[in-house]
């Protein structure tokens, strides 16, 4: 089956930076649309950004301007690069694989505090 698995995730000052990574398993990457939500205690899992197959992005009105979601298909890898980090980014971290079924990581934490 499909694994992802996210790494990056860290304790941020606001206004500091992350680069969070997912590597994906299986042979099908450079077709799959990717995509980052996160989930915030107490909060419902928000979509944070996609990349398509075909490189097209999209982002969530908060992020935009700050967030920045590539992909490397050579290494069947996806990346979430976070700037200007504020404390509402704070939340855990999926990294999504959108195929016929969904695939998901286990998540990544980030905390942006002072």
């Known amino acids: 089956q499909v694994q992802l698995v996210e790494s990056g995730g860290g304790l941020v000052q606001p206004g500091g930076s992350l680069r969070l990574s997912c590597i994906v398993s299986?042979?099908?990457?450079?077709?799959?649309?990717m995509a980052w939500f996160r989930q915030a205690p107490g909060k419902q899992r928000e979509l944070v950004a996609v990349?398509?197959?075909?490189?097209?992005?999209n982002y969530v009105d908060s992020v935009k301007g700050r967030f920045t979601i590539s992909r490397d298909n050579a290494k069947n890898m996806v990346f979430l690069q976070m700037n200007s980090l504020k404390p509402e980014d704070t939340a855990v971290y999926y990294c999504?694989?959108?195929?016929?079924?969904?695939?998901w990581g286990q998540g990544t934490q980030v905390t942006v505090s002072s």
């Open positions: 299986g042979r099908m990457f450079s077709m799959t649309d």
């Open positions: 999504n694989a959108r195929m016929a079924a969904s695939y």
């Open positions: 990349i398509f197959r075909g490189g097209t992005t």
